[in-house]
């Protein structure tokens, strides 16, 4: 069965610096986002991405964040300079665009960000 | 502004004790409503999604419902696997594709 696959599961960081995180999303998807968690709290949206752009995202997804489509198969979301709160597990998901896709968003299994 | 809210936080049920997991929500107008599963340190697992109020959809144990103010996840005869957070989002109308997570039930099934 296709599944979001994500790299890598644990990323340890010095605050200050730039992190990438790695998404293959399943192959026929054509949409993309970037959600994350921080430990005991909600799920969070940060990024929806279509056809090459940023289609929504959300307060969080400053000037710190960027994602990127680098090739035909991976999706990458770039911290420039990390800070300590910024340590949550970082969700990437895709879904398929069309009526019976029913809009459902499939989620990778995460990678863990520390920042120390 | 979309909310959703998940109660209880926590429940602890004897294997075979049945229950209801409720999900409030706030959305300027409904896309869908969406249940998934998550296990410790991994991602959410699509279990359902719901269009309108009356929908019904059912998969082994858990069936889930749709009301125009909440929904809830009914687990029938539960097992040991079934512990897990069971996590609920929206996604407005009008919005773009964003899910709106409520903060989750934990859900410890005992042998």
């Known amino acids: 069965e296709p599944e979001v696959t994500q790299t890598p599961s644990h990323q340890v960081t010095q605050m200050g610096q730039e992190v990438i995180l790695r998404c293959v999303p399943i192959?026929?998807?054509?949409?993309f986002y970037w959600y994350r968690q921080i430990l005991g709290q909600k799920v969070e949206f940060l990024v929806s991405?279509?056809?090459?752009?940023?289609?929504?995202k959300s307060e969080i997804f400053d000037d710190q964040f960027s994602v990127e489509r680098p090739d035909g198969s991976n999706f990458t979301l770039k911290i420039r300079s990390t800070k300590l709160e910024d340590s949550a597990m970082y969700f990437c998901?895709?879904?398929?665009?069309?009526?019976?896709?029913?809009?459902?968003?499939?989620f990778g299994a995460g990678t863990r960000l520390s920042v120390l | 502004e979309d909310q959703v809210t998940q109660s209880p936080e926590a429940l602890r049920l004897q294997e075979g004790e049945s229950s209801s997991l409720n999900c409030s929500y706030t959305v300027s107008g409904l896309r869908g409503l969406f249940w998934y599963r998550q296990d410790p340190g991994k991602g959410p697992e699509f279990l359902f999604t719901l269009y309108s109020a009356g929908e019904e959809k059912e998969k082994e144990r858990l069936k889930a419902t749709l009301t125009k103010k909440e929904s809830f996840l009914h687990i029938t005869a539960p097992k040991p696997e079934d512990s897990a957070t069971y996590l609920c989002?929206?996604?407005?109308?009008?919005?773009?594709?964003?899910?709106?997570f409520g903060q989750g039930t934990r859900l410890t099934i005992n042998p």
């Open positions: 998901a895709s879904s398929r665009p069309g009526y019976l896709a029913k809009n459902i968003q499939y």
């Open positions: 991405f279509y056809n090459n752009e940023i289609s929504e």
């Open positions: 192959s026929n998807h054509l949409y």
């Open positions: 989002a929206v996604q407005a109308e009008w919005g773009a594709q964003k899910l709106v």
